[in-house]
C-alpha cells in the first residue's frame, strides 16, 4: 500500500523523552521542574523535534521518582503547579510542537489514598481496588502462587494488620490495581480523559503489558529461562502467561484506543498511545490490534541491543518491516530513563553515533530520543549502594565485578546513571542548576567537555549532525511516510554487508539513504538509489550537504548520506 501523504501527525512525528528532574533547574533547588522545560523549549524548537514525552510529575513520594503516583489530579511540588502545566501546554503548542505524557495505569503508590483505605481493612469499600489474595496454608504465610514480579522474586507482598497479599508486579510499594474491578477502569479513565482534555497530545503507558492478571489466579508453568530481556519478557525460572500480555490487556488496548480517540475527535486533534511492552516483534504488533484498532504505537526495545554492524542493522529492519507493515508504524529507541546510554554501544564514538542518529531518522518509524542522546552523554557509572534508585537498593547483592554484564545485556542495576542531569554548558553544574547548588545527582564528570553550548558552535558535532537530520526530515514528507524499498532489491545496487541502503518513497519523491558501518571507505554510485540522474542533493554525518558531481561517491569510515531527488521519473 502507498504510504499517505496525510498520514497522521503522530506517524510523522520525532519524540524528544524529557526526565523532568534531569533536565533544567529553574527554582534552584537541585531538582528540574516544569518552568525548566520551559526555558529550554527555544532550545528544542532549534534542535527541530516535533514531540515532547515527558517522564511523570505528578503527586508522588518519589521512591520511584514519579512511576509512583499518588494523585494524579496534582503535580508534585518540585515540578511546579497546574499553572505551570498550563504553560508548558501553551507553550509547547505556540511553537508548533506536541506533548506526550506518561500514564502509569498499572499501579499507584502505596501511599495514594486508594491504596491506604484499600488497606486498611478487608471490609473497605476500596478492598477490591487492588489485588488481595489469601495466603496458602499453613496460616496463609505462603504467597497465594507463585507469580513473579517483573524484577524476580515473589510479586506478592504480605500485609500483617489485615493478613492477605497484595500483588505488586514491579517494586513492593507500587501495588497494582484491579482492573477487573469496572470502578477502577472507570476512574483511571477519568484521569486519562482529564489531561488529554487538558491538551496533552498523547500517552506514553508504563509497562502496560502487565494490566491485566489472569481471573484463575493459576501457577504461571516452569519455563528454563533464567532472566527477561527485551524481546522475550518470561524468566525467572517461568513464562508469565498469567501476569503478563494477558488477552484481557489486548482487548484493553482496542478500548482505551476508542476513548483517545473520541477525545481526538471532541477536538478535531489525533491523540496517540505508546505502549511500554517487551516481546519479540510479532508479540508487540499485538497491541496495535489486527485492525490498527489497539494502541497506535509500541516500543521496540530490540533496538537497544543490535549490534553496530551492516548485516545485524539489517536484519533488524527487516524484521521490523515484516511484522509492521503499513499502516502500522514502528518505532526507534536507543535509550531511555532505564537503560544504558547508547553511545556506550559504540564505544563512546561521537562518529558511530552520527551513523546511528543518520539511521534513526532516515529509517521508516517513530524515532525517539532520550533527552541528552544528541549530545553523546554517557552512563555516570556509580555504585549499587550509592543509588537513589530504588532498583539499586534490590540488587545490592550482585557483586562490583558481576555489574558489567548486566550493563552489556542492556540491564541498568543503578538506573542512576543514565539520569544524569542534562549537560547545557561547560561551567559548574553544567548550567543544570545554579553553581552553588548540589543537584539531585551528580554531575558528570565530563560535562565541560559534552555539552550543549560546546556543540552548538560546532558545525561538525552530533548535536549538529541530529539537528540537520531533523531538519531534513521535517522538510521531506519521504522521510516522514514514505515505504521502505531496500536497494539491492529495487535497484540492483551491489554493496557489502556493512552498507545498509534503502530508499524512502513517496508519490514521486525518492530519498535514498547509504549507510557505513565498516571503518574503511566503500564507493557507492549514489545517483542509482536516487531514482534520477539529476536534482541530486546529498546530506552526509561527516561532512554537511554537497552537490556531488561525479557519478561515484566514496563513503567513508562510518558515514551515512543522504540523497534527495524530487523529479518526477521519466
Ligand atoms: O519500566 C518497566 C521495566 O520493566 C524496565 O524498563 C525496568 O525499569 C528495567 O528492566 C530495570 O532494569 C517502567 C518505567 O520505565 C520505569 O522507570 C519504572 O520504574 C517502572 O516501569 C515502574 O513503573
Known amino acids: 500500500m502507498e504510504s499517505d501523504r496525510e498520514a497522521p501527525w503522530w506517524k510523522r512525528t520525532t519524540v524528544y523523552q524529557i526526565y523532568p528532574r534531569s533536565f533544567a533547574d529553574s527554582d534552584g533547588d537541585g531538582v528540574g521542574d516544569l518552568r525548566g522545560v520551559i526555558g529550554k523549549l527555544d532550545y528544542l524548537a532549534w534542535l527541530g523535534v516535533e514531540t515532547l ?56 503508590s502505596d501511599r495514594h489514598p486508594w491504596f491506604l483505605e484499600s488497606r486498611a481493612s478487608r471490609q473497605s469499600a476500596r478492598r477490591d481496588w487492588y489485588i488481595w489474595r489469601d495466603g496458602r496454608k499453613p ?41 477487573r474491578n469496572p470502578a477502577v477502569k472507570a476512574a483511571m479513565l477519568d484521569v486519562v480523559r482529564f489531561w488529554l482534555r487538558e491538551g496533552v497530545d498523547g ?9 491485566f492478571k489472569d481471573a484463575s489466579f493459576a501457577d504461571n508453568p516452569f519455563s528454563w529461562r533464567p532472566a527477561p530481556t527485551e524481546d522475550d519478557p518470561h524468566g525467572f525460572f517461568q513464562r508469565h502467561v498469567h501476569t503478563i500480555d494477558h488477552p484481557d490487556t489486548l482487548a484493553f488496548a482496542r478500548e482505551l484506543r476508542a476513548v483517545v480517540d473520541a477525545i481526538g475527535d471532541e477536538s478535531a486533534t489525533p491523540r496517540f498511545l505508546v505502549g511500554e511492552v517487551f516481546g519479540d516483534a510479532k508479540t508487540l504488533r499485538r497491541y496495535c490490534g489486527e485492525a490498527a484498532d489497539g494502541l497506535h504505537l509500541v516500543f521496540l526495545f530490540q533496538t537497544l541491543r543490535t549490534r553496530f554492524h551492516g548485516g545485524a542493522v539489517r536484519a533488524l529492519i527487516e524484521e521490523i518491516e515484516g511484522a509492521f507493515p503499513e499502516p502500522f508504524s514502528p518505532t526507534y529507541v536507543f535509550g531511555n530513563h532505564d537503560r544504558p546510554r547508547f553511545i556506550h554501544r559504540v564505544d563512546a564514538s561521537l562518529e558511530k553515533a552520527k551513523l546511528l542518529a543518520t539511521l534513526q531518522l532516515t529509517v521508516r518509524g517513530v524515532p525517539f530520543v532520550y533527552y541528552g542522546e544528541e549530545i553523546g552523554m554517557e552512563n555516570h557509572d556509580a555504585p549499587l549502594h550509592e543509588g537513589l534508585d530504588p532498583i539499586a537498593a534490590r540488587f545490592e547483592w550482585v557483586p562490583s565485578w558481576l555489574v558489567p554484564a548486566f550493563k552489556a545485556r542492556g ?48 558545525p561538525t558535532s552530533l548535536l ?10 521535517r522538510a521531506l514528507p ?11 532489491r529495487v535497484e540492483h545496487v551491489r554493496l557489502p554487508d556493512d552498507v545498509v541502503a534503502f530508499r524512502r518513497v513517496l508519490g514521486d519523491e525518492h530519498v535514498a539513504v547509504f549507510l557505513n558501518f565498516a ?52
Open 411 to 458: 540491564i541498568l542495576l543503578n538506573r542512576d546513571e543514565c539520569r544524569a542531569p542534562m549537560q547545557w554548558d561547560a561551567g559548574p553544574n553544567a548550567g543544570f542548576t545554579p553553581p552553588t547548588v548540589t543537584p539531585w545527582l551528580p554531575m558528570h564528570p565530563r560535562s565541560a567537555a559534552l555539552n550543549v553550548a560546546a556543540q552548538q558552535d560546532d
Open 139 to 179: 496460616g496463609g504465610r505462603a504467597p497465594p502462587n507463585n507469580w513473579r514480579s517483573m524484577l524476580g522474586g515473589s510479586g506478592w507482598r504480605w500485609d500483617e494488620a489485615s493478613g492477605q497479599w497484595y500483588f505488586a508486579s514491579f517494586l513492593g510499594f507500587q501495588p497494582d490495581l484491579n482492573y
Open 519 to 570: 571503518s574503511h571507505t566503500i564507493r557507492i554510485r549514489p545517483r542509482e538509489g536516487a531514482g534520477s540522474p539529476r536534482a541530486l542533493t546529498l546530506l552526509s554525518n561527516r561532512r554537511g550537504t554537497r552537490m556531488p558531481t561525479a557519478e561515484t561517491y566514496a563513503l567513508g569510515a562510518h558515514e551515512g548520506v543522504v540523497v534527495w531527488d524530487a523529479r518526477p521519473r521519466a
Open 53 to 108: 514525552w515527558l517522564s511523570p510529575f505528578w503527586e508522588s513520594p518519589q521512591a520511584d521518582f514519579g512511576y509512583d503516583v499518588s494523585d494524579h489530579y496534582a503535580i508534585a511540588p518540585e515540578y511546579g503547579g497546574l499553572d505551570d502545566f498550563r504553560a508548558l501546554v501553551r507553550e509547547v503548542h505556540a511553537r508548533g510542537l506536541k506533548l506526550v505524557f506518561d500514564m502509569v495505569l498499572n499501579h499507584t
Open 203 to 211: 500517552l506514553r503507558l508504563d509497562i502496560f503489558n502487565a494490566l
Open 464 to 473: 549538529r549532525c541530529y539537528r540537520c537530520l531533523l531538519a531534513l526530515r
Open 478 to 488: 519521504a522521510l516522514q511516510s514514505g515505504r521502505l524499498e531496500w536497494l539491492d
